[in-house]
Every structure is written in C-alpha cells, then in structure tokens.
C-alpha cells in the first residue's frame, strides 16, 4: 500500500445491506477512519452504465428527451443504459445506442468513465463516442418513453456553457468530445 | 402543460419511505407512465451540494485528493459539499473552499447546475469558478481527511481526456473552465 493511500484510506469494518431494489441497493457501512475513529457510510451499489454521443458525418449530436422522476423535468440527454449481466461496456453501448435512437455505428471510441456521484454511489458510466451512424429504426423499452432530437455539436457546447444542459454525464461526455476536436 | 412534457410525463401515484439516512434519503414511488401503466421508482433524496474550481492568477487549478469509499479508491476532485440547512449555494461554495483548501476567492461565477445521476438521485450540484484566491488556512471537517494538490489547468484537461480523472463534477466542470477560457 502506498503513502498517499496509508494517509487517506477509509477501512471496511462492516456492511449492513438496508435495500434491494430493481435499481438501487442500498448499504449502510462502517469504516475505520484514517485517525482510527469509526464513521458510517451510506452507499448505493449500481451495476454500471453507459452513454454515448453519436455525431453524425455532418457533425450533429443524436439527443434524447425524457422524462426524469427525481427532477419532474424533462431533460435532453445523451444515449444511455444499465449494463446487463454479463454484459461488456461496448456491446451496451451498440445495444442502446439501437434501442433508444435507432441508429448503428461503425466506430465506437472510448471517452473513459465518469463517476456520477463519488461519495455515495458506486456507479461506473462508461462514455463512448459513436461514429458511422446508419438508420435503422427505434426499439425502446417498454417502459421508456423517448423523444429523439438533433443538434449540432457546436450548439450543444454553447447550451451546456449556458446551464441549459443539466444532465451530468452529457456534460462531461459532450465536452470530451469538443476538447478532443479542438486539440487535433 | 406543454405537448412535450405531456407525451413524456411520469405521473406521480404514490410514495413510500424506504430509508432516512445521514445522507441518503430513499424512497420507492410509483408512477403512470404516458401509456397509463404504472412502475416504480426508486429515489435517491439529497440536499444539494456545491463544487468549486479554484484557479490561481498563474493559471493553476486547486484540488483535492480523498479516499471515496464506494471505489476503494482515492480520487483527486475540486473542491466539494453539501449545502447545510438554510444555505444558499455561494455562501456554501465559499464555506467548503475555505474549509477543504484554505483559501478564499474575491471572485466566485456560476458555471450551471450539474446532476450526477438523473435516474435515480435528485441531487443538484452547483458549480462555480473561484478566483481572485488568497491563502487562509484549511479546516476539513472532523472526518475528512484530504490531501490538497495542484495541477495548472491545461494538465489537468489532459488527464480528463486521458481518464485519469473520474469524478464527473470535476470532468465536467473543469471542461466548463477551459471551453470558455477557448471561446473568448
């Protein structure tokens, strides 16, 4: 164990699982502090994510509009889905790419993960960019309602620079993308 | 109500307390979706939280590095919190840079709202640009432990497009910075 992990590092001591849900799973753990104090940490267990920003050949982001309980808002936001079991990151992110916008790709390229919410929430989103973008057709869930929406890459970085782009991993995943282009 | 929201409209039914929690508040709702059947929802209730960019006049970005329990892993992020009872956001996003770092900012700007997690976490984060700083002295809360660290801003945009750094708000709020900075 290195120094810098020795000074910080939070200890297991217990774990009381307090919910099974469809989604969320939720633990009440205890942990040895760095001082050797005890404390409790409240933390959600998630399977993993992914999300994609298809830009077309003509440089247009495929966008998707939902609606999102926590926030009783409907909100623009980048492809995205739960990996099933078994399941690897990019085969995700082809199987919900189709089912959300109706489009295939050619070429997926790894953006890296992002964590949503580090302290409680255990969550991996793996970002990818899609490019090839063919049309096929749109097979939701039967419980996801969608609207698929286009916009030019340019327009999106504008709209997020002016909190009109809420969703967190549109954020981050959108402006990978724009910083990528603009450093070739 | 508008056509869209209408179309995609999750209609809250009924909602039940599953736990309350230091920090996690979670709660099982059912809704009627837009084609009238009902399903659930698993939510995460959350306060609010703030998160800060400090950026130096040389150009440097002050950030911390702290274990994140859910990764088993010490991440390095810009400085965070929770807002406390009554607090608005700047108040809060002065408070915790004072608090994580030492320092204190004549300058703070909103860089928009962040949601980490839109499915199941109601949490709103809100960003801001620091600067203006000037050396006080940090005070991290009781069961904080950080190690404060800096990186001039343009490194610290390399390793986001690298994926060595994973803490979304911090991926999506240092983009922030940097596409302005590139947009003036």
């Known amino acids: 164990m290195d120094q810098t992990k020795d000074a910080l590092y939070e200890q297991p001591v217990s774990s009381e699982e307090i919910y099974h849900g469809k989604i ?3 633990y009440k753990d205890t942990v040895r502090l760095p001082n050797g104090k005890l404390a409790t940490r409240e933390v959600m267990r998630h ?3 992914v999300a994609i920003v298809p830009v077309t050949d003509e440089g247009n982001v495929i966008l998707v509009r939902q609606d999102r309980y926590p926030f009783s808002e ?3 936001e980048i492809p995205a889905g739960k990996l099933e079991a078994g399941e ?3 085969e995700c992110a082809r199987r919900e790419l189709s089912e959300e916008t109706g ?3 050619t070429e997926l390229v790894s953006l890296g993960v992002y964590y949503p919410s580090v302290a409680i929430l255990d969550e991996r989103i793996y970002l990818f960019l899609a490019r ?3 049309q096929s057709e749109a097979h939701p869930d039967d419980d996801e309602f969608l609207r698929v929406e286009t916009m030019p890459l340019k327009t999106l ?4 620079l002016q909190d009109e782009i809420r969703d967190g991993k549109t954020q981050a995943a959108v402006l990978k993308v724009w910083a990528q282009n ?3």
């Open 24 to 26: 969320v799973h939720l």
């Open 47 to 49: 399977t993993g994510a």
């Open 74 to 76: 409907s909100l623009l």
């Open 88 to 90: 690897v990151p990019e």
């Open 103 to 105: 489009m295939d790709c």
């Open 132 to 134: 090839g973008l063919t």
């Open 157 to 160: 970085v504008d709209q997020i």
């Open 182 to 184: 603009q450093m070739k």
